[in-house]
């Protein structure tokens, strides 16, 4: 995908989301934004991404400002286009070996990890929840911190991350794997809260959907 396009997209985003601030609380300032988005991915699914692109250019005088945390969402999002895969052109085989080495480096069974992947992200390795959880295992940014991964959508470094996680929530919860599911989904500190699966009927069909794929 042309870069020039995608670091347009970004400026247009940042461009909308300081006007908001003078904008009626009616108006969405990323819409324009989240459509062109839209528009270059698609093109990219059809091999166009350069055509449609050259659109895309800007040709003014003004230079853009751009506060620290957009640069910081903006980046996030490029990370995201850059590791863009339409879903019909997903092979879950790609991914058989990162697993078992995660599986091997972090004492979890190969199959729990590939139903935990398959729950969070469907093997999609740029899927993104409105919550902001990104990538094969649906880690949270400061998730991903903790766990040493640099970048959220790169599949190894996901996987990796993701494995180890849910074998520290293994060992925090006796093996269990449905406590550990749980505290996986809703956080180790809703698990002791609880004193085992909290009452969240997220949590609790997740935990039996991931053990439903386990068992199979």
Same mark, same amino acid.
């Given at each position: 995908?042309?870069?020039?396009?995608?670091?347009?997209?970004? +400026?247009?985003?940042?461009?909308?989301?300081? /006007?908001?601030?003078?904008?009626?609380?009616?108006?969405?300032?990323?819409?324009?934004?989240?459509?062109?988005?839209?528009?270059?991915?698609?093109?990219?699914? $059809? $091999?166009?991404?350069?055509? *449609? /692109?050259?659109?895309?250019?800007?040709?003014? *005088?003004?230079? #853009?400002?751009?506060?620290? $945390?957009?640069?910081?969402?903006?980046?996030?999002?490029?990370?995201?286009?850059?590791? &863009?895969?339409?879903?019909? @052109?997903?092979?879950?085989?790609?991914?058989?070996? !990162? !697993?078992?080495?995660?599986? +091997?480096?972090?004492?979890?069974?190969? @199959?729990? !990890?590939?139903?935990? =992947?398959?729950?969070?992200? *469907?093997?999609?390795?740029?899927?993104?929840?409105?919550?902001?959880?990104?990538?094969?295992?649906?880690?949270?940014?400061?998730?991903?911190?903790?766990? /040493? #991964? #640099?970048?959220?959508?790169?599949?190894?470094? *996901?996987?990796?991350?993701?494995?180890? &996680?849910?074998?520290?929530?293994?060992?925090?919860?006796?093996?269990?794997? +449905? !406590?550990?599911?749980?505290? &996986?989904?809703? /956080?180790?500190?809703?698990?002791?809260?609880?004193?085992? =699966?909290?009452?969240?009927?997220?949590?609790?069909? &997740?935990?039996? @959907?991931?053990?439903?794929?386990?068992?199979?």
């Amino acid at each position: 995908m042309d870069i020039q396009s995608l670091k347009t997209l970004m +400026e247009i985003n940042a461009m909308q989301t300081l /006007g908001s601030v003078q904008s009626s609380l009616n108006n969405s300032p990323t819409s324009l934004f989240s459509e062109m988005l839209g528009q270059v991915l698609q093109s990219g699914e $059809n $091999n166009a991404a350069s055509d *449609n /692109g050259n659109s895309l250019y800007y040709n003014g *005088n003004s230079p #853009v400002f751009m506060p620290s $945390n957009l640069v910081d969402q903006n980046e996030d999002l490029l990370n995201a286009i850059a590791h &863009y895969t339409p879903l019909d @052109k997903l092979n879950t085989s790609d991914f058989n070996d !990162i !697993i078992k080495r995660a599986a +091997e480096t972090h004492n979890v069974p190969e @199959k729990l !990890i590939s139903s935990v =992947i398959k729950q969070e992200s *469907n093997f999609n390795p740029s899927a993104r929840s409105s919550a902001g959880a990104s990538g094969l295992m649906q880690l949270m940014p400061g998730t991903a911190k903790y766990l /040493g #991964v #640099v970048n959220i959508f790169d599949p190894e470094q *996901n996987v990796m991350g993701g494995a180890k &996680y849910l074998r520290q929530m293994l060992d925090q919860f006796n093996d269990d794997t +449905e !406590i550990a599911l749980a505290a &996986y989904n809703a /956080g180790p500190g809703a698990v002791k809260k609880h004193g085992g =699966i909290p009452p969240y009927k997220e949590t609790q069909n &997740y935990v039996q @959907k991931v053990l439903n794929y386990y068992q199979a």
